[in-house]
């Protein structure tokens, strides 16, 4: 029904008046959190124009790298270069647009616990393996009631350099500052008796074949591999499940930098899923060739218009329009030789 649905969308995507640019390609890597989003318009926007967009996953800092490196013309980012690595980057000033929304899950793999609640300074706990059991005292805190076997936690995290780590661990640093010790990053030094999943889907599918499994994961692949999620404690004391709707709710009232950075993570509000985080398209400002130049602002132009009418759908929420507007005005910083 949900395919069936998309597959209207695109159809009607197809027929809407959008700048062509044919006979170019265009390459992109990165981020895996928005992979779904950028094969759905890929696939919709080359209806109307004859450009082949190509975008490959590999975690936000490989997009990043590439970019650097020049190899591919855009990248998918959840996490912005570090100020000291923009120096690195061969192409000069990049340039940043928001393209969407969507909550970081944690999911888990336990027979007979369909329903889970857990507070910031318990899942730090987790994560860092001060807890080690199901049925600890503070995940029962968290769950009155809630029958939870004396079985071993095993905890999964990415392998590779990613910006759903980097996210949800600023979320820890944020939510749980004096629970939470092992700091924030793409990559982690993690406790050598965990799990390493390669991408969202890699976490996912260590999750599902592990009895016992907990990790991060976005709501998009958790869904397609079937697995439970936990409620999350917000900033207003309030358990929140992982939804397009309370990722909409903690973008509202985000603070955006001129720059277009900005983070949706703890936000206020009842109804705000704490761990929603956000990605960016990055490119270069000055665009050497003039027809991947102008095939480049045509596709982001459709992403930021278009595309979003297909991002609940998969489970992502769309821009605020504030935001929306922020990132089509700065579509004129882009300069094509």
Not at 253 to 266: C, R, W
Request: aromatic share 8%; charged share 25%.
């Amino acid at each position: 029904m949900k395919i069936c649905k998309l597959l209207g969308l695109l159809t009607l995507a197809a027929s809407a008046s959008i700048a062509r640019a044919d006979g170019v390609n265009l390459n992109g890597s990165g981020s895996t959190f928005q992979k779904a989003y950028q094969e759905t318009v890929i696939e919709a926007y080359g209806k109307s124009a004859s450009v082949k967009i190509n975008y490959g996953g590999g975690g936000s800092g490989k997009g990043r790298q590439d970019l650097a490196d020049m190899v591919v013309d855009f990248a998918g980012a959840d996490s912005p270069y570090k100020d000291a690595d923009l120096a690195k980057n061969k192409g000069g000033e990049v340039l940043y647009f928001p393209i969407l929304l969507g909550p970081i899950t944690v999911s888990y793999h336990i027979d007979g616990v369909d329903k889970l609640r857990l507070s910031p300074d318990t899942l730090a706990q987790i994560f860092q393996r001060n807890i080690k059991k199901w049925n600890d005292k503070a995940i029962a805190a968290d769950n009155p009631g809630a029958k939870l076997p004396d079985a071993d936690i095993v905890v999964v995290h990415r392998s590779d350099g990613s910006g759903t780590t980097d996210n949800f661990t600023k979320y820890l640093v944020d939510a749980a500052p004096k629970t939470w010790t092992l700091k924030s990053g793409s990559t982690l030094e993690w406790s050598a008796d965990t799990q390493a999943g390669n991408g969202n889907a890699g976490v996912a599918q260590v999750i599902k074949s592990t009895q016992g499994a907990i990790g991060y994961v976005d709501l998009s692949d958790a869904k397609a591999s079937g697995l439970k999620y936990a409620q999350i404690k917000n900033k207003a004391g309030k358990f929140i499940e992982p939804t397009a709707d309370s990722a909409s709710a903690a973008a509202d009232g985000i603070e955006v930098k001129d720059n277009l950075l900005f983070s949706a993570l703890n936000a206020k509000g009842d109804t705000s899923y704490p761990i929603t985080y956000q990605s960016w398209v990055i490119v270069y400002a000055k665009q050497a060739d003039k027809a991947k130049g102008a095939a480049l602002k045509a596709y982001l132009k459709y992403i930021l218009d278009d595309g979003q009418k297909f991002l609940k759908d998969l489970d992502f929420a769309p821009l605020p329009k504030s935001l929306h507007d922020k990132a089509l005005k700065q579509l004129d910083k882009i300069f094509v030789k």
